[in-house]
């Protein structure tokens, strides 16, 4: 069975640091996109950007480059997505997906990491 | 960036009915345009993919059509399993994305 495992909820001040994790699991970890979505409270959905965990090959959004960092550790199986310093305003769900190579639909999703940054 | 319009941003219909949901790119994406669909305090789930194929496992209800720059999203016969927000997503030949701004379907 295809899954995608996020590490748990974030509270965190204006200025710290954060890496949040996506485990896949159940299929070949190298040969499939991983992709990063943001959703505000009451808000749609923000592409951010994906990587292919096989060669590390990361395309972003205008509006997240230099923003974020995404990372994958092939040998765990597990995507990142961090941040050196924490806004208020990336206060939001953070959703990982995975996308087939050559393909930009996303068929499984992780169920969300809730990050929280507040002073 | 390509931009994705989608409308209506909300809607009301009642059980039974036709219900359909726009989405207009500001360049032509080809077919590159999938749908989704997400209940409250849930992960997205893909609907339609490609603008018109169905997801396995997804009700026959469902579907999807357009290609360039305008697509449109149809249930046929809305169900009250089928109240949510559901989102259209482009995405180019670099595998680069971007999302509509949703669509909340409610029953009337």
């Known amino acids: 069975e295809v899954q995608l495992v996020q590490s748990g909820a974030e509270v965190k001040k204006p200025g710290e640091s954060l890496k949040i994790s996506c485990k896949g699991s159940?299929?070949?970890?190298?040969?499939?996109?991983i992709g990063w979505v943001r959703q505000m409270p009451g808000k749609g959905l923000e592409w951010m950007g994906i990587?292919?965990?096989?060669?590390?090959?990361?395309r972003y959004s205008p509006s997240f480059q230099g923003q974020v960092t995404i990372s994958a550790d092939k040998s765990i199986s597990t995507a990142y997505l961090q941040w050196s310093s924490l806004k208020a305003s990336d206060t939001a769900m953070y959703y990982c997906?995975?996308?087939?190579?050559?393909?930009?639909?996303?068929?499984?999703w992780g169920q969300g990491t809730l990050v929280t940054v507040s002073s | 960036d390509i931009q994705m319009t989608q409308s209506p941003s909300s809607l009301s219909a009642s059980v039974g009915d036709r219900v359909t949901i726009t989405c207009q790119a500001s360049?032509?994406?080809?077919?590159?345009l999938n749908w989704y669909q997400q209940k409250p305090g849930k992960a997205p789930k893909l609907l339609i993919y490609?603008?018109?194929n169905l997801e396995t496992g997804v009700p026959s209800r469902f579907s999807g059509s357009g290609s360039g720059t305008d697509f449109t999203f149809t249930i046929s016969s809305l169900q009250p399993e089928d109240i949510a927000t559901y989102y259209c997503?482009?995405?180019?030949?670099?595998?680069?994305?971007?999302f509509g701004g949703g669509t909340k379907v409610e029953i009337k």
């Open positions: 997906v995975r996308g087939e190579d050559s393909s930009g639909w996303y068929d499984y």
């Open positions: 159940g299929y070949s970890f190298t040969s499939y996109w």
């Open positions: 990587i292919y965990p096989g060669d590390s090959d990361t």
């Open positions: 360049q032509d994406i080809s077919n590159y």
């Open positions: 490609d603008a018109s």
């Open positions: 997503q482009q995405y180019d030949n670099l595998l680069r994305s971007t």
